[in-house]
């Protein structure tokens, strides 16, 4: 769950670690809420509930009544209940396998994390922790599609751990600390195990001293992958002056480039791209909003497309014309991904797995972290392309 009144929240953690003074900077800036928040939120809470249910902390009734709750919201489908449902399937083989160990671990869920030990005013959410003998782990769901998160080296999870093993380390002797993540919609699960004097370390060595910079706004600005999730990434100095640095290419005087530059053309091309799309969305949105102008550029009516006032109005007014219904409308199969949320995820695999086919995909450049694997030939890739 999103740590709400944290200043130096964890979820924000992989920021303000390597661009402290970004904390101040973003105080100009509103917080906001996207649907995709929205969406995890409802996750959370039928996760929550779940659990909950499978551990025998609520009534049957209870459940239903909260279910139902749920249910109403306008983020939940039956292919988020099944997702939810792989979600705590994991988790409790994961508290099975405790148990086999450790005959009564202590299960906890949602549970509130202080580390603010090292980061004033820090906290956050554990979606579950598991305390049991010599190793306390910390679950974490990631119910977003859009990139696999990984909890290795991870900020926000190392945080929950060092929250959570203050917590319980005067009552059991802890002596390594597991985070995991979750990602159900991704099909990704994975973990970090790190000792207690490793952890402890990297938050005495890491955390505290830029916590304590991120605090009072000092530090040093340091443009990066972190930026994406920064709320002054538009207007940042530290990252126009990485990007324009990008742009500046040291062309050679050769007619052709050389392989190298187009290699490293490309990998500045990516980041630019995002960098523009980043000012753009900001300077449209001071403009509409503020009325904001911009040298150079004006505010105008962007392209539209017609459309009928009464879909139900036009019918009538055609077949009062003399025209048949028939001619009026087109019948269309829902697409893949439409029609798995409308039967649900497992209904559609069991019913329609033998009707689906995924074909390999067109092949594209891609930096060389990404996780899909390389084409094997060039070959292979020349047939795909043609």
Same mark, same amino acid.
């Given at each position: 769950m999103p740590d709400v009144h944290a200043k130096l929240s964890a979820s924000g953690a992989a920021r303000w670690i390597n661009c402290p003074p970004s904390v101040h900077l973003e105080r100009e800036f509103p917080d906001s809420c996207s649907s995709y928040a929205e969406e995890g939120t409802t996750a959370h809470s039928l996760a929550e509930l779940l659990l909950r249910y499978n551990n025998n902390e609520i009534s049957k009734k209870t459940y239903t009544t909260r279910f139902n709750k749920i249910k109403k919201n306008e983020y939940y489908n039956q292919e988020m209940l099944e997702y939810i449902e792989d979600y705590a399937h994991t988790v409790w083989e994961i508290i099975n396998e405790v148990k086999k160990k450790c005959g009564d671990p202590e299960i906890l869920f949602e549970q509130r994390l202080d580390f603010s030990e090292y980061v004033p005013g820090g906290f956050g959410t554990g979606d579950v922790v598991i305390v049991a003998d010599g190793t306390l782990r910390v679950i974490d769901l990631k119910y977003g599609?859009?990139?696999?998160?990984?909890?290795?080296?991870?900020?926000?999870?190392?945080?929950?751990?060092?929250?959570?093993?203050?917590?319980?380390?005067?009552?059991?002797?802890?002596?390594?600390?597991?985070?995991?993540?979750?990602?159900?919609?991704?099909?990704?699960?994975?973990?970090?195990?790190?000792?207690?004097?490793?952890?402890?370390?990297?938050?005495?060595?890491?955390?505290?001293?830029?916590?304590?910079?991120?605090?009072?706004?000092?530090?040093?600005?340091?443009?990066?992958?972190?930026?994406?999730?920064?709320?002054?990434?538009?207007?940042?100095?530290?990252?126009?002056?990485?990007?324009?640095?990008?742009?500046?290419?040291?062309?050679?005087?050769?007619?052709k480039l050389e392989d190298w530059e187009i290699g490293e053309v490309l990998q500045r091309a990516e980041?630019?791209?995002?960098? =523009?799309?980043?000012?753009? @969305?900001?300077?449209? %949105? /001071? !403009?509409?909003?503020?009325?904001? *102008?911009?040298? +150079?550029?004006?505010?105008?009516?962007?392209?539209?497309?017609?459309?009928?006032?009464?879909?139900?109005?036009? =019918?009538?007014?055609?077949? @009062?014309?003399?025209? %048949? /219904? !028939?001619?009026?409308?087109?019948? *269309?199969?829902? +697409?893949?991904?439409?029609?798995?949320?409308?039967?649900?995820?497992?209904?559609?695999?069991?019913?329609?797995?033998?009707?689906?086919?995924?074909?390999p995909g067109k092949p594209v450049l891609a930096p060389e972290n990404d996780t899909r694997p390389e084409l094997n030939t060039a070959e292979s890739a020349k047939e795909d392309f043609e």
């Open positions: 599609k859009g990139v696999g998160v990984s909890a290795e080296e991870n900020p926000q999870l190392r945080l929950y751990g060092i929250g959570a093993y203050l917590e319980y380390s005067l009552l059991y002797d802890i002596q390594e600390v597991s985070t995991t993540i979750i990602q159900p919609r991704l099909d990704n699960t994975s973990t970090e195990i790190l000792t207690a004097d490793e952890l402890i370390g990297w938050a005495e060595e890491v955390v505290r001293p830029k916590a304590a910079q991120a605090e009072v706004g000092e530090g040093e600005y340091l443009a990066g992958d972190h930026c994406k999730f920064c709320k002054a990434k538009a207007v940042c100095r530290a990252r126009a002056d990485q990007n324009l640095e990008l742009a500046r290419f040291d062309l050679r005087d050769a007619d980041e630019l791209k995002s960098w =523009a799309k980043d000012i753009g @969305d900001y300077a449209l %949105e /001071e !403009a509409v909003k503020h009325g904001k *102008k911009w040298e +150079g550029w004006k505010l105008v009516e962007g392209r539209s497309n017609r459309k009928y006032v009464d879909e139900t109005k036009v =019918a009538t007014a055609l077949k @009062d014309a003399g025209y %048949e /219904e !028939a001619i009026l409308y087109e019948r *269309k199969m829902l +697409g893949i991904t439409a029609m798995e949320k409308v039967v649900g995820k497992k209904t559609f695999t069991s019913t329609l797995g033998d009707l689906i086919e995924k074909p």
